[in-house]
């Protein structure tokens, strides 16, 4: 499975998810830092990459595809690269499965740590 992380998720998590996913590319180091969503979503229809994104916009392109690029949405908060990349690990085996589906879109919720009520 070869994963395009969005714009909005760190390069660093490349390294650090390389080790699972040992085809992820991040768009900084395919020079699309500034592309838009649309030039993003042509280049990963081309070859055959599937998307991670915290952005939402790219639900909107999955109403018009059949196939490729497919596009897993990280909704969540704010979170620094470390519990991002944890929790695309913790679902490794949800996104192998949607990668091998006829799906193509996947959305992880994650919610916010609940907060520790003090007395």
């Known amino acids: 499975m070869r994963l395009l992380l969005d714009q909005n998720l760190s390069w660093r998590l490349v390294r650090l998810l390389s080790h699972e996913f040992p085809e992820v590319l991040h768009v900084s180091g395919l020079g ?6 649309l030039q993003i979503w042509q280049l990963a229809t081309a070859q055959q990459l599937t998307i991670i994104s915290k952005d939402s916009d790219f639900l909107n392109f999955t109403t018009q595809t059949n196939g490729f690029p497919k596009f ?17 690990l913790e679902h490794r085996t949800h996104i ?14 994650v919610r916010p740590p609940e907060e520790v009520a003090t007395v």
């Open 32 to 37: 699309l830092s500034q592309s838009t969503d």
């Open 72 to 88: 897993i949405w990280l909704k969540m908060p704010s979170a620094n690269t470390e519990s991002m990349a944890r929790v695309i």
């Open 96 to 109: 192998s499965e949607f990668s091998q589906s006829n799906e193509v879109r996947l959305i992880i919720p």
